[in-house]
């Protein structure tokens, strides 16, 4: 498994959305985020690893490794789902559960200016990616 956010971190993600001028360059962001998110294997694309609440299809794996570090993979049908995974798991892979479960996601999407920009089906299928890490993740 190659995860993602060992290559690009929140504060990456941050930065990248701070340079990025409005909706559209935003979008455009996401967009190159999901090309650079490695795809999961089609082994893992199964009912067990499905994200319930999206539209799209998508998927998630969670493992823990010797550090106790959660390792987060994820994937997506939809290139802007596999965008906006891209941002969540950037921010969230290689922690602990603990620091998992204390990030505020709502204060990382606000001020990244992402979800008065989604539809709400969007809005509502980035949560429960959200909400997939944090129960796969529990201390």
């Known amino acids: 498994m190659q995860p993602f956010g060992h290559t690009i971190t929140d504060t990456d993600i941050r930065g990248l959305f701070v340079a990025a001028n409005g909706w559209e360059a935003r979008y ?3 967009i190159k985020l999901a090309k650079q998110l490695p795809p999961l294997a089609d082994a893992d694309k199964t009912e067990a690893n499905a994200i319930h ?3 799209s299809q998508a998927w998630l794996v ?3 490794d010797d550090t106790e570090h959660w390792q987060l993979h994820g ?3 939809a290139r802007i789902v596999k965008g906006l995974m891209a941002v969540v798991l950037a921010a969230l892979n290689n ?3 603990p620091e998992i479960q204390a990030f505020d996601m709502e204060a990382y999407f606000a001020e990244l200016q992402l979800l008065n920009h989604l ?7 980035l949560r429960a990616v959200v909400s997939a890490i944090k129960q796969s993740c529990q201390p």
């Open 28 to 30: 455009k962001a996401l």
């Open 53 to 55: 609440g999206c539209e």
């Open 95 to 97: 922690k602990t559960a």
């Open 75 to 77: 994937d997506s049908d």
């Open 62 to 64: 969670a493992t823990m």
């Open 119 to 125: 539809s709400p089906s969007r809005g509502n299928g």
